[in-house]
């Protein structure tokens, strides 16, 4: 059977945006506020996707460094007095942080923006709707990006279905921010699906198509700290175990002055596939703004549940229901082996959170060397602080010892060649997946989608693609709206 699709003639905009999730809103909200009409296509009813709905935190705006001791005086605690010195990212990501810090919808350090800034469930949500309705972003909830219109190497148009099936409009810039790459990827931009031979070469991948396992920030609520807290010291056998370069003496400090805190506790692994190799498992706690909630998530073997294609719905779905099962096997252990977990309830289980799948191949591909060496590039939109988080890191790179460092994000992975009037933002950008590992955080997805947004307002506006742009001027802009350069 044939299929004809006649799509509906929707508006003309300067900009479309596609997918409304962390690179996506800042990429909107860039665009709209250089003066550009705006489209934001979603597939889901929510925007933020994985820094909203998918419950993860907000990292990291401060730079690296790797004992625990040292980053906590030379770097969290100059956020009382000197942010500015130690942090490596501005812009809307910091904007939207400092908002929900003074509101009370956020946890920072400080009271600005430290590693980990974690967000009530809505409030982030109410202020991105509030800021996005202001610059005046239409959005388009349950319109997923499902075809383009590319004619002599130039995005013109993509056809969004939804209720009222399929509807075309056309824009003279689009920023592509699936996660996934859907848009480049129908336009015919060539990509790497997970990893590749130069992946294998880099140290970071077993084997070709390796992607990083599914997984699941969800949240509870109910949690008694400090019972838990004066269980720990009655314990001394016990050793937390400190997560985010945060141990335990500083998770108390932070906890009793309302900051952002995460630790670590073991449980038997909840999950039979691999309970005989490894008995037991770590699970994260993330204590949120109402400081009686948490957003938990496990790690270790329990991930074999999620391996899987973030982008074949099969797998997508059986990903999913055991994630469900796993977060609640998970809420029990706790209840059951650690006081003050006795009234604790899950509050809110997300679609199943996606870490890697498609990787564009763009005018530049970062690589690992790139983010530990903190190579700076002419083009840089932008720094990060995080380290490379990925399932397949190298010793020689786990072991690499740096006091302090930020690296830098070259517009050039945002562009795929060939493919005018089209920028990418956001963890498919072109990389390695070892810098991949530390590009894919949320803030640095926020600081390219700003910058996608910028640019692609400021092509549109010149009547030109985003690979023509003047990077420098592109770049002034940023720094002009707080970004770190
Ligand atoms: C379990 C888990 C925990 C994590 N924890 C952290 C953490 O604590 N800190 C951190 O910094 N990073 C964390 N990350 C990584 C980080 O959250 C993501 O890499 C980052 O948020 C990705 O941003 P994005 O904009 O590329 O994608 P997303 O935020 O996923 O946004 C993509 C958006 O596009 C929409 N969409 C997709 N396809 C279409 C389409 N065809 N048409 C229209 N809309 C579409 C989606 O609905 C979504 O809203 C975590 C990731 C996972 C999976």
């Known amino acids: 059977m044939l299929y004809t699709i006649e799509p509906r003639q929707g508006k003309s905009y300067d900009v479309i945006v596609c997918g409304a999730g962390t690179a996506g809103v800042a990429a909107a909200l860039a665009a709209a506020r250089q003066g550009a009409s705006v489209l934001l296509l979603e597939r889901?009813?929510?925007?933020?996707?994985?820094?909203?709905?998918?419950?993860?935190?907000?990292?990291?705006?401060?730079?690296?460094?790797?004992?625990?001791?040292?980053?906590?005086?030379?770097?969290?605690?100059?956020?009382?007095?000197?942010?500015?010195?130690?942090?490596?990212?501005?812009?809307?990501?910091?904007?939207?942080?400092?908002?929900?810090?003074?509101?009370?919808?956020?946890?920072?350090?400080?009271?600005?923006?430290?590693?980990?800034?974690?967000?009530?469930?809505?409030?982030?949500?109410?202020?991105?709707?509030?800021?996005?309705?202001?610059?005046?972003?239409?959005?388009?909830?349950?319109?997923?990006?499902c075809l383009v219109n590319r004619q002599d190497g130039c995005l013109k148009s993509v056809v969004a279905v939804n209720k009222e099936g399929f509807t075309e409009f056309a824009a003279k810039c689009f920023v592509d921010a699936t996660g996934d790459a859907d848009t480049a990827v129908l336009a015919g931009a060539e990509y790497v699906l997970g990893a590749d031979e130069e992946d294998l070469a880099e140290g970071g991948a077993r084997a070709v198509g390796q992607m990083q396992p599914m997984g699941c920030m969800y949240r509870a609520e109910g949690i008694d700290y400090p019972r838990l807290f004066a269980w720990f010291e009655e314990n001394p056998g016990f050793a937390v175990q400190s997560c985010g370069l945060m141990d335990f003496e500083n998770v108390k400090e932070s906890y009793r002055k309302g900051d952002m805190c995460v630790f670590c506790v073991p449980i038997d692994n909840p999950d039979p596939a691999t309970a005989q190799q490894k008995p037991q498992v770590l699970v994260q706690i993330y204590i949120t703004p109402s400081r009686t909630g948490a957003v938990l998530l496990s790690f270790g073997p329990t991930h074999t549940a999620y391996t899987g294609s973030g982008v074949d719905a099969a797998q997508l779905s059986a990903g999913h229901t055991a994630m469900v099962h796993g977060a609640l096997a998970i809420t029990e252990l706790l209840r059951k082996n650690y006081p003050g977990f006795e009234n604790v309830r899950v509050t809110h289980i997300p679609d199943i959170g996606v870490r890697e799948t498609r990787h564009i191949r763009g005018v530049y591909k970062m690589t690992a060397l790139d983010v530990i060496s903190g190579r700076e590039f002419a083009d840089s939109i932008g720094c990060g602080g995080h380290h490379i988080d990925t399932d397949t890191v190298p010793d020689a790179v786990r072991r690499m010892s740096m006091e302090h460092w930020r690296f830098h994000i070259p517009y050039r992975i945002m562009l795929a060649p060939g493919i005018r009037?089209?920028?990418?933002?956001?963890?498919?950008?072109?990389?390695?997946?070892?810098?991949?590992?530390?590009?894919?955080?949320?803030?640095?997805?926020?600081?390219?989608?700003?910058?996608?947004g910028t640019a692609a307002a400021m092509a549109a506006m010149q009547g030109i693609s985003p690979e023509e742009l003047d990077v420098q001027a592109l770049r002034a802009v940023l720094a002009e709206n707080g970004a770190v350069l």
Do not use: W
Not at 444 to 449: E, K, R, T, V
């Open 44 to 145: 889901s009813f929510s925007v933020g996707g994985m820094l909203t709905e998918g419950n993860a935190g907000i990292t990291k705006f401060t730079e690296h460094c790797k004992d625990p001791q040292q980053y906590k005086t030379e770097v969290l605690d100059v956020l009382a007095t000197d942010p500015r010195s130690v942090q490596v990212a501005g812009g809307i990501a910091r904007e939207l942080c400092l908002r929900l810090i003074a509101s009370g919808g956020a946890a920072g350090t400080h009271g600005d923006c430290g590693s980990y800034v974690f967000t009530d469930r809505y409030a982030l949500q109410a202020l991105l709707l509030q800021l996005l309705e202001q610059a005046g972003v239409q959005i388009l909830y349950d319109s997923r990006v």
């Open 421 to 452: 009037g089209l920028l990418v933002a956001g963890r498919a950008v072109s990389a390695t997946r070892l810098a991949s590992g530390a590009l894919r955080t949320t803030v640095s997805c926020m600081q390219m989608g700003e910058a996608a």
